[in-house]
């Protein structure tokens, strides 16, 4: 399957609901309305395009409208045309691992799929040349270790882990020494769930950060928060707790293959000017794809 379907099928919800919207709105009113405009800015904050997007694409379908009448009345292309900018204008594709280990910091919510993200992520690198390692650092939940365990065996990569309830910033300075003394390419570290309303817990995470960057200068090289597309704008309030509690270089986006508001990733990003790395369209291994401006905003808005 191409990349470009694997983008339609997993945004399929939020476009069948975007498209049935757009279509009504555009056959009832041949012309450009107040009216037609009203509705066409409900349906893309039903998308959750967020407020500042979406008055960018009705600023471009009334130029558009203004300038070439009714042939300038199709916002599929229009707003296609508005997404695809705003989202390529941040590096939104992962680059080549430094000379060296490169260590991704996962972090997030409970529920958003790190641990799955983290393994996933050690795949798409192996599947590239590199090889990686996976480090367990959500210690409180024993669950959590067993599941990246299993994943590991999965994907063939190893697992470094500590005992039951240790300190998860030793069990990440331990994991660094593991994978620099496999000559690993990546480590991908799996993090606790945490609510971002939780100091101690926000404390325990820049702990982390803080031990990894004493560890091996210039780690954390990524810092990826891992957000569940169904979340919808909640989600917003979350990246921005993240980012000051440490410095994100990037989101991961999950579960969009499962909910009609995938438009919630243009949201985030023009709000935090975040770059979208990966996004999970489905369970599969090759379903967490690195993120393409482009082909997002084309399966978003096809006609």
């Known amino acids: 399957m191409g990349l470009i ?78 997404v695809e900018k705003s989202l390529g204008a941040a590096r939104l594709q992962p680059g080549p691992p430094p000379e060296g280990l490169n260590i991704i910091l996962l972090v997030g919510v409970n529920g958003t799929g790190k641990t799955t993200t983290a393994a996933k992520l050690a795949h798409w690198a192996q599947g590239r040349g590199h090889t990686a390692a996976l480090a367990a650092c959500d210690t409180f939940r024993a669950a959590a270790v067993e599941q990246l365990k299993l994943w590991g065996e999965r994907v063939k990569t190893p697992v470094i882990c500590g005992a039951p309830g240790a300190d998860p910033a030793a069990v990440a300075h331990d994991a660094v020494a593991a994978a620099q003394a496999r000559r690993a390419d990546y480590l991908f570290i799996d993090t606790a769930g945490r609510q971002h309303t939780r100091h101690n817990l926000m404390q325990e995470l820049q702990k982390v950060h803080r031990t990894l960057r004493k560890k091996l200068p210039g780690a954390p090289h990524e810092t990826l928060l891992v957000l569940d597309a169904s979340t919808g704008m909640n989600a917003l309030a979350q990246a921005r707790e993240f980012n000051k509690a440490v410095p994100l270089t990037g989101l991961v986006i999950t579960k969009l293959d499962g909910t009609s508001k995938g438009g919630m990733v243009v949201a985030i990003q023009q709000e935090l000017g975040l770059p979208v790395k990966f996004i999970g369209l489905g369970e599969k291994l090759e379903d967490l794809q690195p993120f393409d401006a482009s082909q997002f905003a084309q399966a978003l808005f096809e006609e």
Do not use: C, N
């Open 5 to 82: 379907q694997k983008f339609r099928e997993g945004l399929h919800k939020t476009h069948a609901r975007l498209a049935h919207e757009i279509k009504r709105i555009v056959t009832a009113s041949p012309k450009l309305t107040a009216r037609s405009l009203e509705e066409l800015e409900a349906s893309l904050i039903a998308a959750d395009l967020g407020p500042a997007m979406t008055e960018r694409i009705l600023a471009a379908v009334k130029k558009s409208y203004e300038t070439q009448g009714r042939a300038g009345w199709d916002v599929f292309a229009v707003a296609r045309a508005e």
